[in-house]
């Protein structure tokens, strides 16, 4: 291999790395894509019942508006199922989500199979 490629490979791995790096330094977020405003928002590692915090407290006005953005806190990369309950009473659980460092993950409103009215 020539001096050239050796020099490339090195580049390429290390902006991967830098990539890498950048994505684990990012908060991870929750992009809500449901046709209402969520007010509760709570994650479990998949298929057990050990419900998190409620992660719109991490937002200023304590709610995740529709198309909005919500930091994720305290939660290691993993598969979860959350649970939340929106502005208009409806609560509703997605199971199996992938959450990764730095990512953003979304729940659309075809994602949601299980829901109940109050």
Known sequence: MSKLC???VLTLA???GVREAAAQQRP???WNLTK???SQFYLAPAGTSDWGPNQC???KDGRVDFDERLAIRDVPAGVYDAKFTDTTG???YV????IEPG???SIREKDLTSCENR
């Open 90 to 92: 409806r609560s509703c």
């Open 28 to 30: 991870t977020r929750f």
């Open 6 to 8: 050796h020099i490339l």
């Open 57 to 59: 407290q991490n937002d």
């Open 14 to 16: 290390v902006a991967a």
């Open 36 to 38: 209402n405003t969520i």
């Open 95 to 98: 199971q199996n989500i992938k």
């Open 103 to 105: 990512a953003i993950f």
